[in-house]
């Protein structure tokens, strides 16, 4: 009687924990499916949720049932789960031990293709390439394609952009035409990417990786950079934010490539494209700064400072862009319009400095620089105002020899320029060191102004 109690209790026992393992397994696959549904229609935060809550159930049923017939199952859903989210770095192990311990072919595979991906993903690019190619015997198209494509990016990963064209080649263009163009980029083939991408610009719209790529395309090539974009934009399935984040994008690359002008005329399309957005705000931003930095006319300081008006209440990423141009061209134009401030020579030197180094604009900096010789013609910060000029603008610099020579013979400024250094010039940068150090202090306070000078100027309007 007693041995067959003992009994029934063994067979419950094992009948409640096959049940338990069963359940526990049964609910990590029903959240992963929740999960997997979840991104397909567009609920990523939901689909994060979701797959972290099928790691906790697959974990525990992987640790605490490791001789079941499913323990692979659960250590595959356990690392594709943690992958989902991002956490590659804990994936690894799971995954690992699935391939290792698993008879089933077909789990094997899914696994080191997820081992591989994650391998890639927290830098492991020799071991993800291990992984991949033991996946290519027997492996079904799509399969090979997955691998190649992931075996590509580790080959960059790893400097070798050669190799990872010949892999990308091996993947429809549907899939890796912008890794294959950002791999024949980085090997200087850029007739081959451009062609690459005139192909992939037929097919569907992805946002992210045409501004990525057309941003590698745009340092070697901006004018095939601009007429992707000009063929991108006629696309009726591109919608006018899209647009404008194009134009953008490519007027930004103008801007650092020296083209103003190119510059505006593509943030003033992104305006047109969509005018009420956020967008169209930053391309507003982008244009004032452009304007900005032609500026060799100081009476139009306050036409540009307007400009920039409404992107810098819009706020976000517009006024990100303007606010350092708007905090120095508000004391600029204080400065320039109040002669009597002390050491007024000194304040528009400095603001000079500032717009030419923190600003990047020449321009306007050499404007600042001759107008305080103009202005304060008898200060020893004038001829080094000219010499600054002459260094921003070549074109400029006989003209304004020839004012240094005939205004300020005898300046150490002159004297040093040409190889006659003296005392006097050395002790004059130092106090001039001294003297701007200061004056960058005050020009930098909230109100970029000393009290009493704020008082001088309200005086004046």
Same mark, same amino acid.
């Given at each position: 009687?007693?041995?067959?109690?003992?009994?029934?209790?063994?067979?419950?026992?094992?009948?409640?924990?096959?049940?338990?393992? @069963?359940?526990?397994?049964?609910?990590?696959?029903?959240?992963?499916?929740?999960?997997?549904?979840?991104?397909?229609?567009?609920?990523?935060?939901?689909?994060? &949720?979701?797959?972290?809550?099928?790691?906790?159930?697959?974990?525990?049923?992987?640790?605490?049932?490791?001789?079941? $017939?499913?323990?692979?199952?659960?250590?595959?859903?356990?690392?594709?789960?943690?992958?989902?989210?991002?956490?590659?770095?804990? +994936?690894?192990?799971?995954?690992?031990?699935?391939?290792?311990?698993?008879?089933?072919?077909?789990?094997?595979?899914?696994?080191?293709?997820?081992?591989?991906?994650?391998?890639?993903?927290?830098?492991?690019?020799?071991?993800?390439?291990?992984?991949?190619?033991?996946?290519?015997?027997?492996?079904? #198209?799509?399969?090979?394609?997955?691998?190649?494509?992931?075996?590509?990016?580790?080959?960059? #990963?790893?400097?070798?952009? %050669? %190799?990872?064209? /010949?892999?990308?080649?091996?993947?429809?263009?549907?899939?890796?035409? @912008?890794?294959?163009?950002?791999?024949?980029?980085?090997?200087?083939?850029?007739?081959?990417? $451009?062609?690459?991408?005139?192909?992939?610009?037929?097919?569907?719209?992805?946002?992210?990786?045409?501004?990525?790529?057309?941003?590698?395309?745009?340092?070697?090539?901006?004018?095939?950079?601009?007429?992707?974009?000009?063929?991108?934009?006629?696309?009726?399935?591109?919608?006018?934010?899209?647009?404008?984040?194009?134009?953008?994008?490519?007027?930004?690359?103008?801007?650092?490539?020296?083209?103003?002008?190119?510059?505006?005329?593509?943030?003033?399309? +992104?305006?047109? %494209?969509?005018?009420?957005?956020?967008?169209?705000?930053?391309?507003?931003?982008?244009?004032?700064?452009?304007? @900005?930095?032609?500026?060799?006319?100081?009476?139009?300081?306050?036409?540009?400072?307007?400009?920039?008006?409404?992107?810098?209440?819009?706020?976000?990423?517009?006024?990100?862009?303007?606010?350092?141009?708007?905090?120095?061209?508000?004391?600029?134009?204080?400065?320039?319009?109040?002669?009597?401030?002390?050491?007024?020579?000194?304040?528009?030197?400095?603001?000079?400095?500032?717009?030419?180094?923190?600003?990047?604009?020449?321009?306007? %900096?050499?404007?600042?620089?001759?107008?305080?010789?103009?202005?304060?013609?008898? #200060?020893?910060?004038?001829?080094?105002?000219?010499?600054?000029?002459?260094?921003?603008?070549?074109?400029?610099?006989? /003209?304004?020899?020839?004012?240094?020579?005939?205004?300020?013979?005898? &300046?150490?400024?002159?004297?040093?320029?040409?190889?006659?250094?003296?005392?006097?010039?050395?002790?004059?940068?130092?106090?001039?060191?001294?003297?701007?150090?200061?004056?960058?202090?005050?020009?930098?306070?909230?109100?970029?102004?000393?009290?009493?000078?704020?008082?001088?100027?309200?005086?004046?309007?």
């Amino acid at each position: 009687m007693i041995r067959r109690y003992w009994r029934s209790a063994v067979l419950i026992g094992a009948a409640g924990i096959g049940c338990a393992y @069963f359940n526990g397994l049964y609910n990590a696959n029903q959240l992963a499916g929740d999960a997997a549904r979840a991104q397909r229609e567009g609920r990523p935060g939901e689909a994060r &949720s979701l797959w972290a809550q099928a790691v906790v159930k697959a974990e525990s049923v992987a640790t605490r049932y490791p001789k079941s $017939k499913y323990h692979d199952d659960a250590l595959l859903l356990w690392g594709k789960g943690l992958a989902e989210i991002g956490d590659c770095n804990r +994936a690894v192990r799971p995954l690992s031990l699935a391939v290792g311990s698993s008879a089933d072919a077909a789990l094997q595979r899914e696994a080191r293709l997820v081992l591989a991906r994650c391998q890639l993903a927290v830098n492991r690019p020799t071991a993800a390439i291990a992984s991949l190619d033991a996946l290519l015997d027997g492996a079904d #198209s799509a399969t090979t394609a997955q691998v190649y494509l992931l075996r590509g990016r580790a080959e960059l #990963s790893r400097g070798n952009p %050669a %190799a990872a064209v /010949s892999d990308f080649e091996r993947v429809p263009p549907d899939v890796a035409a @912008f890794d294959l163009a950002n791999a024949l980029l980085m090997i200087g083939d850029v007739a081959g990417a $451009k062609a690459v991408l005139a192909t992939r610009a037929a097919l569907e719209y992805r946002e992210t990786p045409w501004l990525t790529v057309l941003d590698s395309l745009g340092r070697r090539d901006g004018e095939g950079a601009a007429e992707l974009v000009d063929r991108l934009v006629e696309r009726r399935d591109v919608t006018p934010g899209q647009r404008a984040r194009l134009f953008n994008a490519d007027g930004v690359r103008w801007e650092r490539a020296g083209r103003e002008l190119r510059a505006r005329d593509r943030f003033g399309a +992104a305006v047109a %494209a969509a005018p009420d957005s956020a967008d169209a705000n930053l391309g507003r931003a982008y244009a004032g700064v452009a304007r @900005f930095r032609e500026l060799d006319d100081l009476s139009m300081l306050a036409d540009v400072r307007r400009e920039l008006d409404r992107p810098m209440r819009a706020g976000g990423p517009s006024a990100q862009v303007v606010g350092p141009t708007v905090g120095v061209l508000d004391v600029t134009i204080q400065v320039v319009a109040a002669p009597e401030l002390p050491n007024r020579d000194a304040k528009l030197f400095v603001l000079g400095e500032m717009v030419r180094d923190s600003l990047r604009a020449p321009i306007p %900096a050499a404007a600042l620089f001759l107008f305080v010789q103009r202005e304060h013609r008898e #200060s020893p910060i004038a001829p080094k105002a000219l010499l600054a000029a002459a260094t921003l603008r070549p074109e400029l610099a006989d /003209s304004l020899s020839g004012m240094m020579a005939s205004q300020y013979p005898g &300046s150490p400024y002159r004297l040093a320029l040409r190889g006659e250094a003296s005392e006097r010039f050395a002790s004059l940068e130092d106090s001039l060191k001294t003297l701007f150090a200061a004056e960058r202090l005050r020009l930098r306070s909230p109100l970029g102004v000393g009290a009493g000078e704020e008082e001088l100027i309200r005086r004046r309007r």
